[in-house]
């Protein structure tokens, strides 16, 4: 953060015009930007000012979106690096997923939804360390949370859940395993409890009416009531979560597999995601209950 104390954002692009335009918009929402038209001037911008966000192009002359990734997390493993790219790049956008990139986005990209993830990723950026609350000492534990689709503060439970992570994961990782957490309970509350499809949404971000629009659906008792219940066991070796909730669920084995060629078109972005940062993603019959695993690396590596 400047003086002023807003947030600073670092841009890359090697397209001058597509870089302004979203850093007027981000300065609009409250932010400062940085400007970068390729990854080595990235890198030292990144170095001088310490952005607690970088929104890169994955290609660019000099060094690409891929390496500029790589040479951040040299510098800090936790930071928080979102890719953006057109048709022809899926093989290097997967690579920097599971090379740990927070997220994507397709051009041409809706600028209210590239805001809307910054507001959210801030939040996490800005949260207290919970290093002190860990215990190397902790041999197993399972926690218990059900609360109404009316409670819309999900990042208290998130930082209950993950409180110990740090016993099957790097400290590089915790965070999508973190975001994964909160898109699956996001899905349980948007698309299971109110029943709002991936249009609906991506409509009211494009018209700047999503908050509008989920007040709306939260009007009505049936829907406000509606549970979520969230089960998670951590053990030496590995972590489960579930995930229910009390919609009429989906048709889970209609989404594509995890490919690149499946990449740019996949519409339930946050499972795509989440199928990237846990070594497990289930379904039940239903649709409604999702489960995640994840082993630690040394079991896995055996």
């Known amino acids: 953060m400047d003086n002023l104390g807003k947030p600073k954002v670092l841009i890359v692009d090697d397209e001058e015009v597509l870089r302004n335009i979203l850093a007027r918009f981000m300065n609009k929402a409250g932010y400062e930007t940085l400007e970068a038209k390729d990854g080595k001037q990235a890198i030292e911008l990144y170095k001088i000012s310490k952005p607690f966000i970088v929104l890169s192009d994955i290609m660019m002359p000099k060094m690409d979106g891929l390496t500029l990734l790589k040479e951040i997390k040299k510098i800090d493993s936790r930071a928080m690096v979102v890719l953006m790219t057109g048709y022809g790049n899926e093989d290097i956008l997967l690579d920097a997923l599971r090379g740990g990139a927070m997220n994507f986005f397709k051009k041409p990209f809706n600028f209210q939804e590239i805001i809307k993830f910054v507001e959210n990723a801030l939040k996490h950026r800005s949260e207290p360390d919970l ?30 859940i993950s409180l110990h992570l740090k016993k099957i994961a790097e400290d590089s990782e915790i965070l999508n395993l973190k975001i994964g957490i909160e ?17 609906q949404k991506q409509s009211a971000l494009e018209n700047g009416k999503w908050g509008e629009f989920l007040r709306e659906r939260l009007g009505t008792d049936n829907n406000r009531n509606k549970k979520v219940t969230i089960k998670s066991h951590l053990k030496d070796d590995n972590f489960e979560i579930s995930v229910k909730d009390e919609g009429n669920g989906f048709d889970w084995k209609a989404l594509p597999v995890l490919s690149p060629d499946n990449l740019l078109n996949y519409n339930g972005r946050g499972i795509f995601l989440t199928k990237i940062y846990y070594d497990e993603v289930v379904f039940n019959k239903k649709g409604n ?11 896995k590596n055996q």
């Open 131 to 160: 290093g002190e609350l860990f215990s190397e000492h902790l041999i197993e534990e399972t926690k218990t949370f059900i609360f109404p689709t009316g409670e819309t503060n999900i990042l208290p439970i998130v930082n209950q």
């Open 183 to 199: 898109e699956m309970i996001s899905n349980a509350i948007e698309h299971g409890n109110l029943g709002i499809t991936m249009r």
């Open 289 to 299: 209950t999702v489960t995640l695993r994840k082993y630690r690396q040394s079991k």
